[in-house]
């Protein structure tokens, strides 16, 4: 058969090399340039990347340097010491511990459980979205009845709950308890897009072509409905911080000696500590809202990235 | 013995209403359909919209969820799964979509569309994939260039082509053709059509034709089916069909094919009027109770129509003294 190629076309083995390459001139930029391009672009989300990836490497390599337990322990002498001495930068708490120190700890901790958790919750959702929106019929059902018994129970009321029963935890397994409750939203936005896109052409056409339904699912539909996914993403990454720190804030999260974002803003439950003591809570809640800006920050321009109408950046 | 024949095909998708969602009725897209293809030739299938073609064409295929019928390739049924992966059937039976931007996903290059296929069925070398690939580049009329692009990149007609080009890609024996040019202009319809060809005479393939536009068909098939609402009205050759139409909705189509002589533009609106005039007032002699077409009966060797045996052979003769 291919000899019948052959025949009926001028090119030949000998050709490959050169066609290769002229083609490799004229290829369309790679998605990564596209979207390092977009950055370029727009200043501002250019420094709300730095500022999130600069502080979360920063938190995790500098929570390596400090021993939490000793950091945690009552230091009399410190007893709501000022910011900005030497030995307490941003000041101490009632216990006299140091709050920069805990900042750092506590970020770490934070910022780790929304990572764990946008990462296990997310994946489940758009793994689950997919294939009940590709397959439909019987299995599509079934998955939603088990979709709506999750939407039916009190997410809030059943994690403080698990929280209450289970004796020791720590910020893995709260991470996986946390997952349980929140790839939901993400799964029903997944497959309505993915019922839309099982319709399309395309979709048939890899059918026809003998192309199995998973390999369809994940690497035909999936790349179609990555902006959704990616923006997605980085909003949930932006609440999930929010969960932690809320629960810990109202005393469901991390254990009180593990310090988390969270814990840190619960210093403003006491009405001393606002208005004389403020920078016991402040930095935490300063760096929540701009983490928070910088992440929605960054997921405009990667949905930019993916629509090809909405970009401001040249590539080339 | 022919490439395909496809026996009584009903594909029928249920309507679901009231409160509990149960299936209360059904659209019968296509409802009955009955015809064979010979190796080799281009078959062609016409109706206007919504009457089942694509349906059809894409039941041929396997896309499709089949109500009952057979469509029988090699002695096995194709509308079961298992005999078509045993068959490695999508190798022998391609499609070309009527929608040439949606049928190529916009997320994947030129190259990794064209070699789907190919990766599935013929498991090449890298080199000799991509070799292949350029080849079929070459063969429908596109640069080497076009590779790493992405479709949004090319026109409606370099789209087609390339969906072309996938569908020749594992030298198949029959190629569904939904309606691969109406969305094209006339010039490039032309072009996209001869090459069309080339590539029948060069690699012996069959088509199965689908379109709504008789002038077309007319260039293309040397066998023809007409189908409306579901089920075929009549099935002929070109002559039998474009020369002595039977059935009224085949008259209607063919007066609706654009008169270009501009001389006689007059008399054609005339008979256009007259065949519809004659569609309004004998509905009833042509379409069942129930408004759906009559089974076919056979009027000569190659040419059968929708109408009960008396009249079929009432109108046959009728023609036949228009002819002497
Ligand atoms: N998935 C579906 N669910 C319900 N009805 C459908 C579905 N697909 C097609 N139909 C119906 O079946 C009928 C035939 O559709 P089909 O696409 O085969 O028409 P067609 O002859 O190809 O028309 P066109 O020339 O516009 O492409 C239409 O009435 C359509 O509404
Ligand atoms: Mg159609």
Redesign the pocket.
């Known amino acids: 058969m291919a000899e019948n190629f052959e025949q009926h076309s001028d090119i030949s083995a000998a050709d490959l090399a050169r066609l290769t390459q002229e083609a490799q001139a004229e290829a369309t930029p790679s998605t990564a340039k596209i979207i390092w391009s977009e950055f370029k672009a727009d200043k501002p989300a250019m420094a709300a990347l730095i500022i999130i990836v600069g502080f979360i490497l920063f938190v995790m390599i500098g929570a390596l340097f400090i021993n939490t337990p000793k950091m945690m322990e009552t230091n009399i002498m410190g007893y709501f010491n000022q910011p900005f001495t030497a030995d307490f930068w941003l000041g101490a708490d009632s216990a006299g511990r140091s709050v920069a120190k805990q900042l750092i700890v506590g970020s770490r901790n934070s910022i780790g459980i929304a990572i764990g958790l946008t990462v296990i919750s997310s994946t489940f959702g758009i793994c689950w979205g997919l294939i009940s929106g590709y397959f439909n019929g019987y299995i599509d059902w079934g998955m939603q009845r088990i979709y709506d018994f999750m939407m039916m129970l009190p997410m809030t009321m059943m994690i403080i709950v698990l929280v209450t029963i289970i004796p020791h935890y720590n910020s893995v397994t709260l991470t996986f308890i946390f997952s349980i409750f929140y790839w939901e939203g993400t799964s029903r936005l997944i497959r309505s897009r993915t019922l839309a896109e099982s319709?399309k052409d395309y979709v048939a056409a890899s059918k026809a072509s003998g192309t199995n339904h998973w390999k369809i699912i994940f690497r035909e539909i999936m790349p179609n409905i990555s902006s959704l996914i990616i923006v997605d993403c980085t909003l949930s990454f932006a609440e999930n911080i929010g969960v932690e720190t809320g629960l810990s804030y109202l005393g469901f999260g991390l254990p009180s000696q593990t310090p988390s974002l969270g814990t840190m803003i619960a210093n403003a439950n006491d009405p001393n500590n606002i208005t004389q003591y403020w920078w016991t809570w402040l930095p935490a809640a300063l760096e929540i809202i701009i983490l928070c800006l910088s992440i929605s920050y960054v997921g405009q321009v990667l949905r930019r990235a993916a629509d090809s109408s909405q970009r401001q950046g040249s590539v080339n | 013995m022919s490439l395909i024949e496809i026996k009584d095909l009903k594909?029928h998708?249920p309507?679901r209403s009231g409160f509990w969602n149960r299936i209360t009725d059904s659209?019968r897209?296509?409802d009955g359909v009955s015809f064979n293809i010979e190796a080799g030739e281009t078959y062609g299938l016409v109706?206007?919209?919504?009457?089942?073609?694509?349906?059809?064409?894409?039941s041929v295929v396997g896309l499709e969820k089949v109500t009952s019928g057979s469509i029988m390739y090699k002695g096995l049924d194709i509308t079961k799964a298992e005999n078509r992966r045993k068959l490695d059937y999508n190798h022998d039976v391609q499609m070309i979509f009527?929608d040439s931007l949606s049928s190529l996903n916009p997320r994947k290059r030129i190259e990794d569309i064209i070699a789907e296929p190919l990766r599935n069925f013929e498991h090449l070398s890298k080199d000799d994939e991509k070799l292949r690939v350029l080849q079929l580049l070459n063969i429908v009329g596109l640069d080497a260039d076009a590779l790493y692009k992405y479709p949004h990149q090319f026109s409606g007609g370099q789209r087609q082509r390339i969906g072309v080009a996938r569908a020749v890609a594992t030298n198949p024996k029959l190629i569904i053709a939904?309606?691969p040019v109406?969305a094209l202009d006339l010039s490039v319809q032309a072009q996209v059509l001869n090459f069309m060809k080339k590539i029948q005479r060069e690699f012996g393939i069959s088509y199965l034709f689908?379109s709504?536009d008789l002038g077309v068909v007319r260039h293309m098939c040397n066998n023809i089916a007409i189908?409306n609402r579901?089920r075929l009205v009549e099935i002929g050759t070109r002559d039998d069909i474009y020369n002595h139409p039977l059935h009224i909705y085949t008259k209607r189509l063919l007066a609706a094919i654009p008169e270009t002589d501009v001389n006689s533009r007059e008399a054609h609106r005339a008979s256009r009027l007259a065949v519809e005039q004659v569609y309004q007032d004998q509905q009833s002699k042509y379409y069942d109770e129930n408004g759906a077409a009559y089974p076919l009966v056979q009027v000569t060797p190659t040419h059968a129509v929708a109408l009960p045996q008396t009249i079929a052979q009432q109108l046959a003769s009728q023609e036949g003294e228009v002819q002497a």
């Open positions: 319709e | 594909v998708y309507i659209v897209a296509v109706g206007e919209s919504g009457s089942g073609k694509s349906t059809t064409g894409k009527q939904d309606e109406s689908i709504h189908m579901g």
